[in-house]
């Protein structure tokens, strides 16, 4: 088995309207690798171009919850990360979650400062913001790569390129197409005239038509391999991406494609155990997990989506303490999805694909809800608000203010968190959360709050202080969030 050289693959990430997808439309536009000239003619969730004679990969998913899903699984398949960060607008709450991800993933970082093409701009600005979250650029004396570009003009994108084409040199990148098959589920949809198909990235040996396949607990045999080109191909070589069609369900984002039989020996079995699969799936289905549930007011969600990526992006939104999920597909809203809303009284969600008027009239003669969407932040904002108003009858804490942990300290063997107060005033008085990812991870007690030398006992919006904690096992980490508040007496 020989090592050889394949693609780097890269993700773009950054926060919303800084620029991600003009970035990726341009490059879509400019060189992308097939047998002719043409470029994309169908969306398969990734695409390669060709650079002075080396080929990069770029995935283009839904950021953050596709490529924070793969990681849970264990599937690095990124190479190097692009952050884009508009030269206008600096570091935004976006950013600061794909820095968490990058971090995370320890994966290469280049950092593209888009939109220098308009009035005004100031780079500076971007590149000081991401040093405040550990991101150092060499201007600033660290070792990440910051390139000013105009992805809308072009501007730039050549110098980002040979960037990314020199990280890639140094990692080394390789794979061994004579291995047994590992690809990566990036993408997976359910439709009525194509049927199944699945977006992978193959990392390790060749993908082949009529091959076996499987991921988790789907079967397959490969039908059909096509590029992002609709070029009908015989094989796939590592570093490269390619539509299925021939997996009996979708599989899930993240999932790993192999070949059984370049598993199971001919000793042991010549296909892979299917009942141990069917027993493994069925258990989980039957599995109740209401006994770990407390008994509060939730919402019943049903929800269907066009593709599993989009779909993985929804269900990490959503808030388990009040929201209840009946059920989860790929594909358009059908009978079983009414019968299970009726039982349920569930709200039916549809991201993406239409509702027949079949559908429609049955729902409405059956007093189901359904609610559509083709924008995912509008579906997210809605659901969110839908959750909080389930929850308001039992809120008795009323948030007073928030900050942000920017930079850690340690002076005099006390541990001193530097904050920014992003929303509201925080007192001394006030009670805490220590807030993690998203989560509440601790309930703190504050020893003193500094401006400077100063001892203060509160602060407003948009000032900076520092915190001690009484507790002293209690670390702080960069990007953690305070939240002050104050408990509503009842009358």
């Known amino acids: ?96 979650e794909s820095i968490r991800h990058i971090k995370n993933s320890k994966v290469p970082v280049v950092v593209a400062i888009n939109k220098i093409d308009l009035p005004d701009v100031n780079p500076d600005m971007a590149k000081a913001g991401l040093a405040e979250h550990g991101l150092v650029v060499t201007d600033y004396g660290g070792d990440i790569e910051a390139i000013e570009i105009s992805a809308l003009k072009g501007k730039g994108i050549d110098k980002l390129l040979e960037t990314i084409n020199l990280v890639a040199e140094l990692q080394e990148i390789t794979a061994d197409p004579d291995a047994p098959l590992e690809a990566v589920v990036i993408e997976s949809s359910k439709d009525a005239k194509k049927g199944v198909s699945a977006t992978v990235i193959v990392k390790n040996g060749t993908l082949k038509v009529k ?30 991406a390619a539509e299925i069609i021939g997996f009996k369900e979708a599989p899930a984002v993240g999932s790993i494609v192999k070949d059984p039989n370049a598993i199971y020996s001919q000793d042991d079995t010549n296909e892979l155990d299917k009942s141990n699969l069917e027993k ?18 939730k919402l019943d969600l049903i929800i269907k989506a066009d593709v599993e990526g989009t779909l993985e992006a929804i269900l990490q939104t959503i808030d388990p303490d009040s929201t209840n999920l009946i059920s989860s597909g790929v594909g358009s809203i059908n009978e079983s999805d009414l019968e299970m809303a009726i039982t349920s009284d569930a709200l039916i969600i549809s991201f993406h694909s239409k509702v027949s008027k079949k559908i429609k009239t049955l729902a409405k003669n059956a007093g189901v809800r359904i609610k559509s969407y083709d924008v995912i932040y509008k579906l997210i904002e809605d659901l969110q608000k839908s959750m909080l108003k389930l929850m308001e009858p039992t809120i008795d804490e009323i948030v007073v203010g928030e900050a942000e942990v920017l930079q850690l300290f340690e002076m005099k063997g006390e541990k001193i968190a530097g904050c920014k107060v992003k929303t509201g005033e925080i007192k001394k008085t006030d009670l805490f959360h220590l807030k993690r990812d998203g989560e509440i991870i601790a309930d703190i007690n504050v020893k003193n709050m500094m401006h400077g030398k100063e001892e203060i006992s509160q602060v407003k919006a948009k000032n900076e202080f520092g915190i001690t904690l009484r507790n002293k096992k209690l670390d702080f980490k960069v990007g953690d969030i305070i939240v002050a ?3 509503e007496e009842e009358e």
């Open 211 to 240: 091959q076996d396949i499987y991921a988790d607990s789907v079967l397959g045999r490969v039908k059909k391999l096509a590029s992002a080109t609709a070029e009908n191909l015989d094989n796939v070589l590592p570093g490269y």
């Open 280 to 297: 493994n799936e069925e258990e989980w289905a039957d599995f109740d997990f209401s006994e770990f549930v407390e008994a509060k007011p």
């Open 1 to 96: 088995m020989a090592q050889k050289s394949r693609p780097a693959i890269v993700t773009i990430m950054g926060h919303v309207d800084h620029g991600k997808t003009t970035l990726l439309d341009y490059l879509r536009k400019s060189n992308v690798v097939a047998g002719e000239a043409g470029g994309i003619t169908q969306h398969i969730g990734a695409y390669s171009i060709s650079y002075k004679d080396r080929d990069i990969t770029f995935i283009d998913t839904p950021g953050h919850a596709a490529f924070n899903k793969m990681r849970e699984r264990g599937a690095k398949i990124t190479d190097i990360v692009i952050l884009v960060v508009a030269a206008n607008d600096g570091v935004k709450p976006q950013t600061v």
């Open 485 to 487: 508040y104050r408990v």
